[in-house]
């Protein structure tokens, strides 16, 4: 199973600051790595794959970038609508046994 | 509008089964592919299931040989039949779609989940 591992557990950052959180696998897993946000009570939501792809209405302060084992997704200035779980997950092997790191929580500062 | 609506979850005894159900709309379930991601009380995400639209199916080694995913076209929804629970399959249990165009196994659209809790 590839490991996925994040940090740090929490990062405290005041609105308008750039936060950058990292995200490291066990092995290459190539750029096959995805980013998801996900609010209090609300389900995940996919903001960033293929390492650096933004989806569809993604805001630009949200970039990513990486590959083979070590990942960073970066929000350039922090939006009161950022604060949220983020996950990073791998989609490289096959046949399939995704997995997810453990996930960062951006809280305010 | 494209949307996902899970239900089925509820509480069940260790060894029992439960059956949930995802129902698509916007879409077709049988294009390009559908998940589930199950998430424990307080923890992260895990990956369960995956079917493609050709038809192929996977699981994760913790629910192999207990889960089995499986889809109707003419009711355009997704289900996940789990059998011989255990309390560590409680968890909230999303169904999400993929699309090809970006890789096999990225999770576009999610619905709102399904709890399932297994307990005596």
């Known amino acids: 199973e590839i490991v996925m591992t994040q940090s740090p557990a929490t990062l405290s950052v005041s609105p308008g600051e750039r936060a950058t959180l990292s995200c490291r696998a066990s092995?290459?897993?190539?750029?096959?790595l995805a980013w998801y946000q996900q609010k209090p009570g609300q389900a995940p939501r996919l903001l960033i794959y293929a390492a650096s792809t933004r989806a569809t209405g993604i805001p630009a302060r949200f970039s990513g970038s990486g590959s083979e084992t070590e990942f960073t997704l970066t929000i350039s200035s922090l939006q009161s609508e950022d604060f949220a779980v983020y996950y990073c997950?791998?989609?490289?092997?096959?046949?399939?046994?995704?997995?997810f790191g453990q996930g960062t929580k951006v809280e305010i500062k | 509008e494209v949307q996902l609506v899970e239900t089925g979850g509820g509480l069940i005894q260790p060894g029992g089964s439960l059956r949930l159900s995802c129902a698509a709309s916007g879409f077709s379930v049988n294009s390009n592919y559908m998940t589930w991601v199950r998430q424990a009380p307080g923890k992260g995400l895990e990956w369960v299931s995956v079917m493609y639209n050709g038809g192929s199916k996977y699981y994760a080694d913790s629910v192999k040989g207990r889960f089995t995913i499986s889809r109707d076209n003419s009711k355009n929804t997704l289900y996940l039949q789990m059998d011989t629970l255990r309390a560590e399959d409680t968890a909230l249990y999303y169904c999400?779609?993929?699309?090809?165009?970006?890789?096999?196994?990225?999770?576009?659209?999610w619905g709102q989940g399904t709890m399932v809790t297994v307990s005596s």
């Open positions: 997950q791998q989609y490289d092997n096959w046949p399939p046994g995704w997995t």
């Open positions: 999400a779609y993929g699309s090809y165009g970006s890789g096999k196994g990225v999770f576009h659209i």
């Open positions: 092995q290459s897993v190539s750029s096959n």
